[in-house]
Protein backbone atom coordinates (compact mmCIF):
# COMPACT_ATOMS: atom_id res chain seq x y z
CA UNK A 1 0.00 0.00 0.00
CA UNK A 2 1.26 3.55 -0.94
CA UNK A 3 1.94 5.93 1.73
CA UNK A 4 -0.39 8.90 1.42
CA UNK A 5 0.84 12.19 0.59
CA UNK A 6 1.31 14.53 3.88
CA UNK A 7 -0.99 17.32 2.22
CA UNK A 8 -3.74 14.52 2.22
CA UNK A 9 -3.53 14.02 5.73
CA UNK A 10 -3.84 17.57 6.37
CA UNK A 11 -6.72 18.02 4.11
CA UNK A 12 -9.17 15.08 5.25
CA UNK A 13 -10.22 16.23 9.12
CA UNK A 14 -11.91 19.30 6.79
CA UNK A 15 -13.75 17.12 4.89
CA UNK A 16 -15.45 15.74 8.10
CA UNK A 17 -17.48 19.11 8.45
CA UNK A 18 -21.16 18.66 7.78
CA UNK A 19 -21.67 21.91 5.74
CA UNK A 20 -18.29 20.28 3.09
CA UNK A 21 -20.24 16.91 3.54
CA UNK A 22 -24.21 18.68 2.74
CA UNK A 23 -22.06 21.03 -0.17
CA UNK A 24 -20.39 18.35 -1.83
CA UNK A 25 -23.74 16.21 -2.01
CA UNK A 26 -25.11 19.55 -3.08
CA UNK A 27 -22.50 19.96 -5.73
CA UNK A 28 -22.88 16.27 -7.01
CA UNK A 29 -26.43 16.85 -6.91
CA UNK A 30 -27.30 19.78 -9.37
CA UNK A 31 -23.74 19.21 -11.21
CA UNK A 32 -25.10 15.41 -12.23
CA UNK A 33 -28.33 17.72 -13.32
CA UNK A 34 -26.90 20.15 -15.09
CA UNK A 35 -25.01 18.00 -17.23
CA UNK A 36 -27.72 15.38 -17.97
CA UNK A 37 -29.70 18.78 -19.20
CA UNK A 38 -27.06 19.95 -20.93
CA UNK A 39 -26.13 16.81 -22.62
CA UNK A 40 -30.13 16.04 -24.00
CA UNK A 41 -30.54 13.14 -22.04
CA UNK A 42 -33.09 15.23 -19.59
CA UNK A 43 -35.37 16.77 -22.73
CA UNK A 44 -36.04 20.44 -21.81
CA UNK A 45 -39.42 21.49 -20.72
CA UNK A 46 -42.07 22.17 -23.45
CA UNK A 47 -42.76 25.87 -21.52
CA UNK A 48 -40.66 28.28 -22.10
CA UNK A 49 -41.21 29.63 -18.15
CA UNK A 50 -41.20 25.77 -16.72
CA UNK A 51 -37.58 25.60 -17.95
CA UNK A 52 -36.20 28.69 -17.11
CA UNK A 53 -37.50 28.21 -13.68
CA UNK A 54 -35.39 24.95 -14.15
CA UNK A 55 -32.47 26.37 -16.01
CA UNK A 56 -32.75 28.89 -12.56
CA UNK A 57 -32.54 26.12 -10.34
CA UNK A 58 -29.66 23.88 -11.65
CA UNK A 59 -27.41 27.16 -12.10
CA UNK A 60 -28.11 28.88 -8.43
CA UNK A 61 -27.95 25.40 -6.75
CA UNK A 62 -24.64 24.55 -8.17
CA UNK A 63 -23.23 27.89 -7.09
CA UNK A 64 -24.86 27.58 -3.74
CA UNK A 65 -23.13 24.42 -3.43
CA UNK A 66 -19.58 25.54 -3.84
CA UNK A 67 -20.10 28.48 -1.52
CA UNK A 68 -21.07 26.16 1.34
CA UNK A 69 -18.39 24.43 0.46
CA UNK A 70 -15.79 26.91 0.95
CA UNK A 71 -17.95 28.13 3.76
CA UNK A 72 -17.33 24.58 5.19
CA UNK A 73 -13.93 24.60 4.37
CA UNK A 74 -13.22 28.34 6.35
CA UNK A 75 -15.43 27.28 9.13
CA UNK A 76 -13.14 24.45 10.10
CA UNK A 77 -9.83 26.63 9.20
CA UNK A 78 -10.99 29.33 11.54
CA UNK A 79 -12.47 26.88 14.19
CA UNK A 80 -8.22 24.59 14.03
CA UNK A 81 -6.48 27.67 13.74
CA UNK A 82 -8.44 30.58 16.46
CA UNK A 83 -6.24 31.26 19.94
CA UNK A 84 -7.34 33.08 22.85
CA UNK A 85 -6.27 36.68 22.91
CA UNK A 86 -2.82 37.34 24.91
CA UNK A 87 -1.90 33.71 25.77
CA UNK A 88 -1.27 32.30 22.18
CA UNK A 89 -2.84 29.04 23.46
CA UNK A 90 -5.61 27.36 21.60
CA UNK A 91 -9.18 28.16 22.85
CA UNK A 92 -11.53 25.56 24.45
CA UNK A 93 -13.80 24.08 22.09
CA UNK A 94 -16.62 24.39 24.29
CA UNK A 95 -16.08 27.60 25.50
CA UNK A 96 -15.48 25.81 28.94
CA UNK A 97 -12.01 26.40 31.01
CA UNK A 98 -10.26 22.99 31.15
CA UNK A 99 -8.91 25.15 34.83
CA UNK A 100 -9.15 22.87 37.81
CA UNK A 101 -12.00 24.78 40.06
CA UNK A 102 -11.70 26.49 42.92
CA UNK A 103 -14.66 24.99 46.02
Not at 61 to 64: A, D, N, S, T
Given at each position: M???PPWVKDFI???MHPLVLIGFVAL???GIHRTLIKSGIIPPLSQRGGSAVVKLLLRY????SLVV???GFALQFFRDNRTTVG???PAPESGVS???QRR
Open positions: ESVPYLLFFGFQLIVLTGSTAP
